[in-house]
């Protein structure tokens, strides 16, 4: 198995050294190290990282403002890492969708837990995105079958059953999906209404 490609973001050039070398020293690979925000997103989509290790205070960008660029452009694991523990800040990281916080100094020993359930956290979650994305296309395919079923009960008089079972028969001759089939019913209808 390869190391988990690490990258940082960190502004204080003496705190990114420290981290880059606590990683390296625990087997992760430091694909990169961003001083700004706006660098950070660029480098995340240049280098396509495991995770991002990311500052809340930078310049250009904050870290937390880059984390939703990064899950809006290239969606990726971030770990919000500041100086400061309190309410607002942990409001910000949760907001930014940063998947865990980490307070500087970093104890070296927090890092592999940390890293593991943030990306634990985003594969879960990237996971769930999917499963909703399918069930909102089935949702879909399953209101336009019904519209075309209703199409064809009112056009041939026949039941529901009857019209479903039609649209198989054409999917299965056409080699298509019922879905397609009942979507060239619902759009003929238009064009006839």
Same mark, same amino acid.
């Given at each position: 198995?390869?190391? $988990?490609?690490?990258?940082?973001?960190? #502004?204080?050039?003496?705190?990114?050294?420290?981290?880059?070398?606590?990683?390296?020293?625990?087997?992760?690979?430091?694909?990169?190290?961003?001083? &700004?925000?706006?660098?950070?997103?660029?480098?995340? $989509? /240049?280098?396509?990282?495991?995770?991002?290790?990311?500052? =809340? /205070?930078? %310049?250009? =960008? +904050?870290? #937390?403002?880059?984390?939703?660029? @990064?899950? !809006?452009?290239?969606?990726? %694991?971030?770990?919000?890492? $500041?100086?400061?523990?309190? $309410?607002?800040?942990? *409001?910000?990281?949760?907001?930014?969708?940063?998947?865990?916080?980490?307070? !500087? %100094?970093?104890?070296?020993?927090?890092?592999?837990?940390?890293?593991?359930?943030?990306?634990? *956290?985003?594969?879960? =979650?990237?996971?769930? *995105?999917? /499963?909703?994305?399918?069930?909102?296309? +089935?949702?879909?395919?399953? !209101?336009?079958?019904?519209?075309?079923?209703? @199409?064809?009960?009112?056009?041939?008089?026949?039941?529901?059953?009857?019209?479903?079972?039609?649209? *198989?028969?054409?999917?299965?001759?056409?080699?298509? !999906?019922?879905? #397609? @089939?009942?979507?060239?019913?619902?759009?003929?209808? &238009?064009?006839?209404?």
């Amino acid at each position: 198995m390869s190391a $988990t490609r690490v990258l940082i973001a960190e #502004d204080n050039e003496l705190v990114a050294l420290t981290l880059e070398e606590q990683l390296s020293n625990l087997g992760y690979a430091v694909v990169g190290v961003a001083h &700004s925000g706006s660098e950070a997103v660029r480098l995340c $989509t /240049q280098l396509n990282p495991d995770i991002v290790i990311m500052d =809340m /205070q930078m %310049p250009e =960008m +904050t870290g #937390d403002a880059a984390a939703q660029q @990064i899950a !809006k452009q290239h969606p990726t %694991p971030v770990i919000m890492l $500041t100086a400061y523990s309190d $309410t607002e800040h942990i *409001r910000k990281a949760e907001l930014s969708g940063a998947l865990a916080y980490l307070i !500087k %100094p970093v104890n070296p020993e927090e890092l592999p837990p940390t890293i593991d359930v943030a990306i634990a *956290r985003f594969r879960e =979650m990237q996971r769930l *995105r999917e /499963q909703v994305g399918e069930l909102q296309e +089935t949702i879909e395919a399953r !209101k336009i079958i019904e519209r075309a079923k209703g @199409i064809l009960m009112q056009r041939r008089n026949i039941g529901g059953e009857e019209a479903y079972e039609l649209m *198989r028969q054409w999917a299965r001759e056409r080699q298509r !999906k019922v879905k #397609d @089939i009942a979507q060239a019913i619902v759009d003929a209808e &238009s064009l006839l209404s």
